[in-house]
């Protein structure tokens, strides 16, 4: 059995169409996450546990359950990560948003994007999409915060390459809690008065 598919898949596309549409949705999503997290943080989660985890559910489902061989293939998987864990911490501020009369709870809206992706894009795989968006979820709701490295060993890994200084948008491990320019000056909020 070939294992390195369980963790490559979202890098092969279909054909240039599907690449473009993965990589326009992906980018702002992972842009995020990398700047609230971290590059090699990132890096790591994404190559491992953020790919392999949806992957093993839908084989669990596709495979031992249903017994299909429908292969999958995509970054879509990634950018269903990412809603996931952007809707739980949504959740978490604004529980639901109103919508005319109807309040719809917004942990919910990846799983209606997922709906309607599969019934605008026919091609598109309907479970693959839920397990990368339960995925995220777990993430998000920090059930799979124990899978990240610890920061002990990405800071070795920034002082060993120097990866700061070589790469020029790298957010380290410690400009990650404020984000990617660090802490933003601001002023004290009081009056200047003349005595």
Not at 107 to 128: A, D, N
Request: proline residues 6%; hydrophobic residues 45%.
């Amino acid at each position: 059995m070939a294992m390195y598919r369980i963790n490559t898949y979202p890098l092969i596309h279909a054909n240039l169409f599907h690449a473009l549409l993965c990589t326009t949705a992906l980018t702002p999503l992972l842009e995020r996450f990398e700047s609230e997290n971290g590059t090699l943080l990132s890096l790591a989660m994404f190559a491992g546990p953020l790919s392999t985890f949806p992957a093993g559910l839908y084989l669990l489902f596709e495979r031992g359950l249903w017994r299909g061989n429908t292969a999958i293939m995509g970054a879509s998987i990634w950018v269903f990560v990412l809603l996931g864990i952007e809707a739980m911490k949504a959740f978490r501020t604004t529980p639901s948003l109103s919508i005319g009369p109807y309040k719809v709870p917004t942990w919910t809206l990846p799983l209606i994007l997922t709906v309607f992706v599969s019934l605008l894009l026919s091609t598109t795989s309907l479970l693959g999409h839920l397990c990368a968006t339960g995925v995220g979820y777990l993430y998000g709701l920090g059930y799979l915060k124990f899978m990240a490295p610890p920061e002990k060993i990405l800071r070795w890994f920034e002082s060993k390459l120097n990866l700061l200084g070589r790469l020029p948008h790298y957010v380290s491990v410690d400009q990650k809690t404020f984000g990617r320019y660090g802490i933003l000056p601001s002023t004290s909020g009081g009056i200047a008065t003349n005595v």
